[in-house]
């Protein structure tokens, strides 16, 4: 059966819940739509976050940001929203979204959006 995008993020246990340590994500063809014109908007997505006790899953990821391929959204309310889901479904210690949006009208626009604190030493 075809995968299909899904709001739904799932996540697995952290196998090291007592150790601070950084995860990456880098996602290069991220799509949503202009919330004014309907036109594509191409991002790359990337998340940087220390997990608690809950990791996120990366099919359930690639889902989740497929989901927005015909959504209507401003950039920064797009990353803004990625990063709540993503708290809200990890609970991490501290979480980076950084949506890199491509060169639209002469303008390349960067939004940074964080939670929580990056621990020492990671």
């Given at each position: 059966?075809?995968?299909?995008?899904?709001?739904?993020?799932?996540?697995?246990?952290?196998?090291?819940?007592?150790?601070?340590?950084?995860?990456?994500?880098?996602?290069p063809?991220?799509?949503?739509?202009?919330?004014?014109?309907?036109?594509?908007?191409?991002a790359?997505?990337?998340v940087?976050?220390?997990?608690?006790?809950?990791?996120?899953?990366?099919?359930?990821?690639?889902?989740?940001?497929?989901?927005?391929?015909?959504?209507?959204?401003?950039?920064?309310?797009?990353?803004?929203?990625?990063?709540?889901?993503?708290?809200?479904?990890?609970?991490?210690?501290?979480?980076?979204?950084?949506?890199?949006?491509?060169?639209?009208?002469?303008?390349?626009?960067?939004?940074?959006?964080?939670?929580?604190?990056?621990?020492?030493?990671?």
């Open positions: 059966m075809p995968s299909q995008p899904s709001k739904r993020l799932d996540t697995f246990d952290n196998p090291e819940p007592t150790r601070p340590y950084l995860i990456s994500f880098d996602c063809e991220f799509t949503c739509l202009c919330p004014l014109t309907a036109q594509p908007d191409f790359r997505i990337g940087r976050y220390v997990p608690d006790r809950r990791c996120v899953e990366l099919k359930s990821l690639k889902l989740y940001l497929w989901s927005y391929r015909q959504e209507g959204a401003f950039h920064e309310a797009v990353v803004n929203r990625i990063c709540d889901d993503l708290v809200r479904a990890a609970e991490p210690r501290y979480i980076e979204v950084v949506g890199h949006f491509a060169v639209r009208g002469g303008i390349q626009t960067t939004v940074t959006v964080r939670h929580g604190h990056l621990p020492e030493g990671v």
